[in-house]
């Protein structure tokens, strides 16, 4: 069968993209296969379609950027600036964008070359694999082998990136939270009190405004990474891309830094700070001050800060929840009895009953004069008086006898 009649040169040269090199080889390839013992040439089949004879084609450069063979330097970069606004990842949800563009970034990697080209056109994509090109492994590697193309494009990329790899930008960065560790009595977690800290925190500097620049001065564009905040290196099959020592992954540099804050935007500072306690808070509650830790760089929000309280005892009351328990020891005859006694109080004083055969542990209750329930409006507990009977001793020689007076009645 001539090679003219072969399934596979049908379908090349119907192909508009085509190149004459390519019908060339795959003509000779098709006449040396008939010549070829059949343990050799079985490998190529003729009896499906003319596609299955390749394992994988790949279409003409010329044809991705669609651009004619003649196409200079400006042709090419303009046609693969377009391809590349509409189908970057970033900006076509597409599935198939991803391949497009990167099949696109390919071609202009091979004809913006002339040495790359020259081959290309003599000896096709084979040429190309024979003189080590293979192509991008993935996007990473598109952008750290374009960064320049990409800087040229769209400038400092204006957040138009890939996965955070885009060109130089310097992104925003939170300020972090703060911890004041602060003690209080228990009167004044009673009642409430304002207390002013003094707090070691992160600004930002007035100087530059917090950008980092001397003034009249900008940022260039990283020369190690290229504006990619990352590098790459090959290692046989793998690729790794690790951040960019010289500009730490920002992918730009200042040209001067501030001598007030050495380039970082931002610089340490001792302040104080009014913290407002409330009545009713507890010993290990926390307090939180929004936007008063550290101020963020670049334009990032400032975080908190969080006052831990620790609330001293009393020498008198326990707290027990909202409720105050206070311990009132009272004499054998006040327990028989029972009496009126004076009693402290948060307030004050306060007048408490002790009924008659009260024993120890007996409690009285004062409704209202325990501890401020946390922004409840004025709402409060109860001061619970716990009483303990006084054994007497070093008795007189009368007391002796009315005890035992008493005794012989029992």
């Not at 081959?119 to 750290?144: E, M, N, S």
Request: one cysteine or more; aromatic letters at 8%; charged letters at 25%.
């Amino acid at each position: 069968m001539p090679t003219g009649d072969c399934p596979l040169i049908v379908a090349l040269s119907a192909s508009a993209g085509t190149s004459p090199q390519r019908l060339q080889f795959w003509q000779s390839w098709c006449s040396l296969s008939r010549r070829l013992p059949s343990c050799i040439a079985a490998p190529i089949s003729w009896g499906g379609e003319a596609e299955a004879a390749l394992p994988m084609i790949k279409r003409d450069y010329y044809e991705v950027l669609g651009i004619d063979r003649s196409a200079g330097a400006p042709d090419i970069k303009k046609a693969y600036r377009k391809i590349a606004l509409e189908y970057h990842p970033d900006r076509n949800p597409d599935p198939q964008a991803e391949e497009r563009f990167k099949e696109a970034s390919e071609a202009y990697e091979v004809l913006s070359d002339d040495r790359r080209r020259e081959i290309y056109d003599a000896y096709g994509h084979q040429g190309l694999q024979g003189a080590g090109f293979h192509g991008f492994t993935d996007i990473g590697d598109i952008f750290g082998s374009m960064g320049d193309i990409f800087e040229e494009f769209f400038g400092s990329m204006s957040g138009f990136g890939f996965g955070g790899r885009s060109g130089a930008r310097r992104s925003a960065r939170p300020g972090g939270d703060l911890r004041y560790d602060l003690t209080i009595s228990f009167m004044e977690a009673a009642k409430g009190v304002e207390r002013e800290i003094s707090v070691s925190r992160i600004v930002r500097c007035e100087a530059c405004g917090g950008s980092g620049q001397s003034p009249g001065t900008g940022v260039e564009r990283c020369r190690a990474c290229g504006g990619s905040g990352t590098v790459t290196q090959r290692q046989g099959f793998f690729v790794i891309q690790t951040i960019c020592p010289q500009c730490r992954g920002e992918g730009a540099r200042i040209e001067k830094p501030c001598a007030e804050c050495s380039g970082e935007g931002v610089k340490p500072s001792r302040e104080k700070i009014k913290v407002k306690i409330p009545p009713g808070v507890e010993n290990g509650m926390q307090l939180v001050l929004r936007g008063k830790g550290h101020e963020g760089n670049r334009g990032g929000g400032s975080g908190d800060l969080y006052v831990f309280i620790s609330v001293t005892p009393h020498e008198l009351f326990e707290r027990a929840g909202d409720d105050i328990v206070v311990t009132v020891p009272i004499s054998f005859p006040q327990a028989a009895l029972g009496d009126t006694i004076a009693i402290r109080t948060l307030d004050g004083e306060e007048s408490v009953k002790v009924r008659p055969g009260t024993e120890t542990g007996g409690e009285a209750r004062v409704r209202g004069a325990g501890f401020p329930v946390l922004n409840a409006g004025g709402r409060r507990g109860d001061l619970v008086v716990r009483f303990v009977v006084k054994t007497p001793r070093d008795l007189t020689k009368r007391q002796k006898e009315l005890l035992r007076q008493l005794m012989e009645e029992e």
